[in-house]
């Protein structure tokens, strides 16, 4: 998939599990789940042609799984979640199978973005 320029600067749903964000990214992914959801249900105009947009079309059950497990991971470290997504609306393939980078490189990201990122998965490929 090729990217514009600046693509990593707005929209963002990882494909890293959600325990390896830090309680910034984590909360920002929640946010632009909604987001996503939000335009591709309502067919919104803003960033309907975005890439990260593009990538969900056609996933909607992948994004609401996604959605719950980073509520769940929210809930888990003391964050409450009030803004469940309508499962009768999520359709499509459960699975994301089109990944923005590949899983190394966005670890990578995520460890030179934020030192909570980088310490959580770091400790995550000690334990494997």
């Known amino acids: 998939m090729s990217v514009p320029a600046g693509y990593n600067l707005f929209?963002?749903?990882?494909?890293v599990p959600p325990e390896l964000l830090c309680d910034r990214h984590l909360l920002g992914e929640h946010?632009?789940?909604h987001?996503?959801?939000s335009i591709i249900i309502n067919?919104?105009?803003g960033f309907s042609n975005h890439p990260e947009?593009?990538?969900w079309r056609g996933k909607l059950r992948a994004l609401y799984l996604?959605?719950?497990a980073d509520a769940s991971e929210m809930e888990r470290r003391g964050f409450r979640h009030r803004s469940p997504l309508d499962e009768a609306l999520a359709t499509g393939k459960a699975v994301q199978d089109?990944?923005?980078d590949p899983i190394e490189a966005q670890e990578r990201l995520l460890s030179e973005r934020d030192q909570d990122c980088a310490?959580?998965?770091?400790?995550?490929?000690?334990r494997t």
């Open 53 to 55: 947009t593009a990538r």
């Open 31 to 33: 946010n632009e789940a």
């Open 11 to 15: 929209m963002r749903i990882w494909d």
């Open 98 to 100: 089109e990944l923005k």
């Open 66 to 68: 996604r959605h719950e």
């Open 119 to 126: 310490e959580k998965i770091l400790r995550s490929k000690r």
């Open 35 to 37: 987001a996503l959801w």
């Open 43 to 45: 067919g919104l105009k």
